[in-house]
């Protein structure tokens, strides 16, 4: 089973920075992608970052394009995503994602990602 355990999140005013961590653990895979996406209330699930586990390849929504960094420790199997300068429009529900298999995929889109972790609330106030 592999299990992918989120920690970081909260509630900070508008202009402050967070960190969101996710831990990949359980049975022995293939990490080929890791993304971050987040749901705000009443919306779809939207992309905000993903990156490459084994090259340099990294991809960020507009919205978040220079405010957010997402990082990677491959010897901790875990993703990192720094956000600053947070908005109020940034408030949502933050999952990191993973893909175990090769091959074509458009990492945007949640249909790629095999494993999800368990979501943890950001909340930014005006």
């Known amino acids: 089973q592999v299990q992918l355990v989120q920690s970081g999140g909260g509630l900070v005013q508008a202009g402050d920075s967070l960190r969101l961590s996710c831990v990949v653990s359980g049975r022995t895979l293939s990490i080929y992608h890791m993304g971050w996406f987040r749901q705000a209330p009443g919306k779809e699930r939207e992309f905000v970052a993903a990156i490459n586990w084994r090259g340099f390849s990294i991809d960020y929504a507009d919205s978040v394009k220079g405010r957010f960094t997402i990082t990677r420790d491959n010897a901790k199997i875990t993703v990192y995503l720094q956000m600053n300068s947070l908005k109020p429009e940034d408030t949502a529900v933050y999952y990191c994602?993973?893909?175990?298999?090769?091959?074509?995929?458009?990492?945007?889109?949640?249909?790629?990602?095999?494993?999800w972790g368990q979501g943890t609330q950001v909340t930014v106030s005006s």
């Open positions: 994602a993973l893909v175990s298999k090769g091959g074509p995929i458009y990492l945007r889109s949640t249909l790629g990602y095999d494993y």
